[in-house]
């Protein structure tokens, strides 16, 4: 859910997973394994505002 959400939302603005983890100092890949390792609040605060969306549209169920 929460890796979808991120993917549609930087497919949105053209960016890569690859680039938001680098900018967000996180591991390569590390975004993908999100639906089944829970991820800290940290983690997800700086994706979300790399992406300029709330926590809350990462999280959201489609």
Do not use: C
């Amino acid at each position: 859910m929460i890796y979808e959400n991120i993917k549609h939302f930087a497919r949105m603005q053209g960016k890569s997973i690859r680039k938001i983890e680098q900018q967000a100092e996180l591991s390569n890949g590390s975004i993908g394994k999100w639906d089944y390792n829970k991820p800290d609040v940290y983690k997800i605060r700086k994706v979300a505002a790399l992406l300029d969306v709330t926590i809350d549209d990462l999280l959201k169920r489609k």
